[in-house]
């Protein structure tokens, strides 16, 4: 990918992974460069929110042992 090419989607994808990771020097650094092409804060407080919701779900599925739906295999 060419420097700069990065789209705000792009960013905010790996600004979501940095998040979940919990890598401080990454969300602050992915986060700025999405906010640079054009994500707003309210877009980046949603992006924590989904973060939030799926790594909460993931938890609650992992420890109570849900299978996985067939028609998903």
């Excluded at 407080?45 to 799926?54: K, T, Y």
Aim: proline share 3%; net charge negative.
């Amino acid at each position: 990918m060419a420097p700069g090419a990065r789209s705000a989607d792009q960013g905010a994808a790996i600004t979501a992974v940095s998040a979940s990771n919990g890598c401080h020097y990454c969300i602050a650094s992915h986060s700025a460069a999405a906010r640079a092409k054009g994500m707003s804060e309210a877009q980046y407080s949603e992006l924590l929110a989904i973060v939030g919701f799926c790594e909460r779900d993931h938890r609650l599925v992992t420890a109570l042992g849900v299978p996985v739906d067939e028609r998903f295999q």
